[in-house]
Nanobody, 122 residues
């Protein structure tokens, strides 16, 4: 189906910014909804944001709305997550994923990247 590779994670101070990238490869992926999820130690996987590659519609979790921006570059087969005003509670492993339907529920996503660590210091 679609192979996904995340990059751009790292260590940042509270209030800082970071941009994550997710590069996709495969014969067909332009019609997929792309989502970002995160999982912190001791917590369940959490929806962050999603974007329709064909329609450009976006959706955000309340916890990140106004701070994070999801975008796409179809020519580069890449989806981005721009994270501003980062908080320590944003610390987590961030995953990108692909789905054929629009959803905030992680079982709806068929293909997942390996994840990239984001650590926000206080």
């Amino acid at each position: 189906q679609v192979q996904l590779v995340e990059s751009g994670g790292g260590l940042v101070q509270a209030g800082g910014s970071l941009r994550l990238s997710c590069a996709a490869s495969g014969r067909t992926f332009s019609s997929y909804t792309m989502g970002w999820f995160r999982q912190a130690p001791g917590k369940e996987r959490e929806f962050v944001a999603s974007i329709s590659w064909s329609g450009g519609n976006t959706d955000y979790a309340d916890s990140v709305k106004g701070r994070f921006t999801i975008s796409r570059d179809n020519a580069k087969s890449t989806v981005y997550l721009q994270m501003n005003s980062l908080k320590p509670e944003d610390t987590a492993v961030y995953y990108c994923a692909a789905s054929r339907i629009t959803s905030r529920w992680f079982p709806a996503y068929d293909d997942w990247g390996q994840g990239t660590q984001v650590t926000v210091s206080s």
